[in-house]
């Protein structure tokens, strides 16, 4: 068995999850290399799933009997972990939504209809990069078609980075809005958060992170980050679908306008207008993904009696294997950083003249799933003038053994098409 430095006891970790023990295609013991796409969720947010539905099941906030009264604390109690989690500066800065791309266009409705000084309109630029999901994508598009915004963006270096050379022409003086990912999902790019931030400071610009790639694998400090809102989703940090969050400044979820409207969402209505709540509240509208926030609150606790910072160095650990041994790999591209300085745990490759979907199907006759596509961010796979690549990702289970197992998948793969 490789030895490697920082590693978790994955053989005690991976008894948590059950699904890991899993056999498909005829007793081949699954290898579950898409963790960029969704995590595996162990058995104590399974069991905190079925105990709020067998136990405490009920509305939240709007009864006074027992299992409205649990429901609603396991729900706050929820949110009370993950501002912890995120050193969040008031629990109040923490809303609930149900993905991290409701959380992104969330923020871009908000200063679509905001008043100054937060309004974006058609004197105004948004720049976004080249490397989004398309979840940081569209909704600044439409945001743009609806106000006549101009849509700017950074380009990529041929190595995968961020191509930061012309940040002053990029971010400038009607910059209303700069949003970006903390780690791209494709690429595995890590990127220099104080760079763009401190131009978007110096121009007022509000600064929006997708940290979706970056929650679940590393610590991650809101107050440190000093961006102006932070969104990220559930199921990949070991929750369940369903839930996303959204972090923001309380001055200003305070100043925006709700995006949706209903039910505990509002102080009073009439039929002539209505108020709203405070934030959290406010941006909540109707009955909220509670459950999902209840498992979510388990992944939290799950996680952070591991250590995020021990989660941290496994995967550094686990992915500088990888790209060793798949530098070994005849005719494969890496398609971003060939090094492990400033990139996570996720890996993009093509295989030669193999088309990426024949690989991630052979593969995955071998019992190994990994993503094969554009991973809904598109514009990366046109810089590099492919289709698509295949993606491997790995999280706090992850083993030497398995990257083993994609590498000698990858030669079988090679043999097979000749």
Same mark, same amino acid.
């Given at each position: 068995?490789?030895?490697?430095?920082?590693?978790?006891?994955?053989?005690?970790?991976?008894?948590?999850?059950?699904?890991?023990?899993?056999?498909?295609?005829?007793?081949?013991?699954?290898?579950?290399?898409?963790?960029?796409?969704?995590?595996?969720?162990?058995?104590?947010?399974?069991?905190?799933?079925?105990?709020?539905?067998?136990?405490?099941?009920?509305?939240?906030?709007?009864?006074?009997?027992?299992?409205?009264?649990?429901?609603?604390?396991?729900?706050?109690?929820?949110?009370?972990?993950?501002?912890?989690?995120?050193?969040?500066?008031?629990?109040?800065?923490?809303?609930? &939504?149900?993905?991290?791309?409701? %959380?992104?266009?969330?923020?871009?409705?908000?200063?679509?209809?905001?008043?100054?000084?937060?309004?974006?309109?058609?004197?105004?630029?948004?720049?976004?990069?080249? $490397?989004?999901?398309?979840?940081?994508?569209?909704?600044?598009?439409?945001?743009?078609?609806?106000?006549?915004?101009?849509?700017?963006?950074?380009?990529?270096?041929?190595?995968?980075?961020?191509?930061?050379?012309?940040?002053?022409?990029?971010?400038?003086?009607?910059?209303?809005?700069?949003?970006?990912?903390?780690?791209?999902?494709?690429?595995?790019?890590?990127?220099?958060?104080? *760079?763009?931030?401190?131009?978007?400071?110096?121009?007022?610009?509000?600064?929006?992170?997708?940290? %979706?790639?970056?929650?679940?694998? $590393?610590?991650?400090?809101?107050?440190?980050?000093?961006?102006?809102?932070?969104?990220?989703?559930?199921?990949? $940090?070991?929750?369940?679908?369903?839930?996303?969050?959204?972090?923001?400044?309380?001055?200003?979820?305070?100043?925006?306008?709700?995006?949706?409207?209903?039910?505990?969402?509002?102080?009073?209505?009439?039929?002539?207008?209505?108020?709203?709540?405070?934030?959290?509240?406010?941006?909540?509208?109707? &009955?909220?993904?509670?459950?999902?926030?209840?498992?979510?609150?388990?992944?939290?606790?799950?996680?952070?009696?591991?250590?995020?910072?021990?989660?941290?160095?496994?995967?550094?650990?686990? *992915?500088?294997?990888?790209?060793?041994?798949?530098?070994?790999?005849?005719?494969?591209?890496?398609?971003?950083? %060939?090094? *492990?300085?400033?990139?996570?745990? &996720?890996?993009?490759? &093509?295989?030669?003249?193999?088309?990426?979907?024949?690989?991630?199907?052979?593969?995955?006759?071998?019992?190994?799933?990994?993503?094969?596509?554009?991973?809904?961010?598109?514009?990366?796979?046109?810089?590099?003038?492919?289709?698509? *690549?295949?993606?491997? %990702?790995?999280?706090?289970?992850?083993?030497?053994?398995?990257?083993?197992?994609?590498?000698?998948?990858?030669?079988?793969?090679?043999?097979?098409?000749?």
């Amino acid at each position: 068995m490789t030895q490697i430095p920082g590693l978790l006891d994955t053989e005690a970790i991976r008894k948590d999850f059950p699904l890991l023990d899993r056999q498909v295609h005829e007793g081949k013991k699954i290898v579950y290399l898409d963790n960029a796409a969704t995590s595996q969720k162990p058995r104590q947010v399974l069991d905190a799933l079925n105990a709020y539905y067998e136990r405490h099941n009920a509305n939240v906030h709007r009864g006074v009997h027992v299992l409205a009264e649990e429901a609603t604390e396991l729900y706050e109690g929820a949110r009370d972990k993950v501002a912890a989690f995120i050193n969040a500066p008031s629990r109040d800065e923490v809303i609930f &939504t149900k993905n991290a791309s409701e %959380s992104l266009n969330l923020v871009a409705n908000m200063l679509g209809w905001a008043d100054e000084p937060y309004r974006v309109d058609h004197d105004t630029e948004i720049v976004i990069t080249e $490397m989004e999901h398309h979840s940081n994508i569209v909704p600044w598009q439409l945001l743009s078609q609806r106000t006549g915004a101009k849509l700017k963006w950074f380009g990529l270096t041929d190595d995968g980075r961020l191509d930061l050379s012309n940040v002053d022409e990029v971010i400038t003086d009607r910059t209303k809005v700069v949003s970006f990912t903390l780690v791209s999902n494709l690429l595995g790019t890590i990127n220099p958060v104080e *760079t763009i931030i401190r131009r978007a400071q110096e121009v007022g610009a509000l600064v929006v992170i997708d940290a %979706s790639q970056a929650a679940p694998h $590393m610590v991650l400090d809101v107050q440190a980050l000093q961006a102006d809102f932070v969104a990220f989703t559930g199921h990949k $940090m070991c929750g369940p679908t369903g839930i996303g969050v959204l972090w923001g400044r309380q001055e200003l979820l305070e100043d925006l306008p709700p995006f949706l409207g209903g039910g505990e969402m509002i102080e009073t209505v009439s039929m002539h207008s209505s108020t709203y709540a405070p934030a959290p509240h406010k941006f909540e509208a109707g &009955t909220p993904p509670i459950a999902q926030a209840v498992g979510l609150g388990a992944a939290v606790d799950y996680l952070t009696a591991i250590g995020m910072e021990k989660i941290a160095a496994h995967e550094h650990a686990i *992915t500088e294997y990888a790209v060793k041994r798949l530098l070994e790999v005849p005719d494969l591209r890496f398609i971003g950083p %060939s090094t *492990t300085e400033d990139r996570g745990a &996720t890996i993009s490759f &093509t295989l030669g003249d193999i088309h990426p979907h024949d690989v991630g199907q052979v593969l995955d006759e071998q019992g190994i799933a990994v993503r094969v596509g554009h991973h809904c961010a598109r514009p990366v796979c046109l810089r590099y003038g492919i289709p698509a *690549t295949t993606r491997a %990702s790995f999280y706090l289970y992850s083993t030497p053994a398995e990257v083993d197992a994609l590498v000698e998948g990858l030669e079988y793969v090679r043999n097979f098409f000749g």
